[in-house]
Nanobody
């Protein structure tokens, strides 16, 4: 059974930083593509960032490019999302997810088969 557990969310002022963590049980990140998504109140869940199983390719939604960085520590079975220069519009519940084997789509919700429970990020203006 695969389990993904996020942590690191919280309340921060605009311009501040947070680092989210996602600890996974089971197979290591090096075997699967991984991603971060977020969902704001009243809105659909949206893609934030993703990386291939080899870690060689990182994708980001346009609004977070240059501010967010996705990374992994395979020895700790942990994925991170470093978020800098946070904006009020970044407020959402953030979820980590593991992509289905062989699915090359990085930004599609349906490409991911396992999800964490989410961690709340609130950015005040």
């Amino acid at each position: 059974q695969v389990q993904l557990v996020e942590s690191g969310g919280g309340l921060v002022q605009a311009g501040g930083s947070l680092r989210l963590s996602c600890v996974a049980s089971g197979r290591t990140f090096s075997d699967y593509g991984m991603g971060w998504f977020r969902q704001a109140p009243g809105k659909e869940r949206e893609f934030v960032a993703a990386m291939t199983y080899s870690g060689g390719r990182h994708d980001y939604r346009d609004s977070v490019k240059g501010r967010f960085t996705i990374s992994t520590d395979n020895a700790k079975n942990t994925m991170y999302l470093e978020m800098n220069n946070l904006k009020p519009e970044d407020t959402a519940v953030y979820y980590c997810a593991r992509r289905r084997p062989g699915d090359l789509r990085t930004d599609a919700l349906s490409a991911y088969e396992y999800w964490g429970q989410g961690t709340q990020v609130t950015v005040s203006s």
